[in-house]
């Protein structure tokens, strides 16, 4: 099945937007054939070239905080480090090895 890329004219003519289109039309379609289609408007190219545009610039001006650990999975890392250190071994030992560990 091809894909045909449309541009609507005045008076509600469809002329081909690329020369894959029209190679189509000409040489698969004779004059009078009905062509079933489900059609959907693609994004403007412009606006969407702006989009990546912008996010590349709050990219560069972005400053991370906070590092990929979230303060959740870090009260669980102590956690555990704590559960560890009641069945034997010394607690400040151990929450330094898990502040190592997470940083």
């Known amino acids: 099945m091809a ?7 005045s008076q ?12 189509f039309l000409q040489s698969k379609c ?3 054939s009905v062509l079933e289609a489900d059609y959907k408007l ?3 190219p412009a606006f969407h ?5 912008l996010l ?3 990219f ?9 650990i979230s303060s959740n999975e870090r009260r669980l890392i102590t956690g555990y480090a704590k559960y560890l250190a009641a069945y034997g ?4 030992a151990l929450l330094d090895a898990a502040g190592q560990y997470l940083d």
Do not use: M
């Not at 894909?3 to 004219?9: C, E, G, R, V």
């Not at 071994?89 to 400040?92: A, L, W």
């Open 3 to 9: 894909q045909l890329h449309l541009i609507k004219q």
């Open 12 to 23: 509600g003519i469809l002329i081909p937007a690329t020369p894959e289109t029209s190679d």
């Open 30 to 32: 004779k004059l009078g």
């Open 42 to 44: 693609v994004r403007n």
């Open 49 to 53: 070239r702006r989009y990546f545009a």
């Open 56 to 58: 590349n610039l709050g």
């Open 60 to 68: 560069e001006y972005w400053e991370p905080t906070g590092g990929a």
């Open 89 to 92: 071994g010394s607690e400040s």
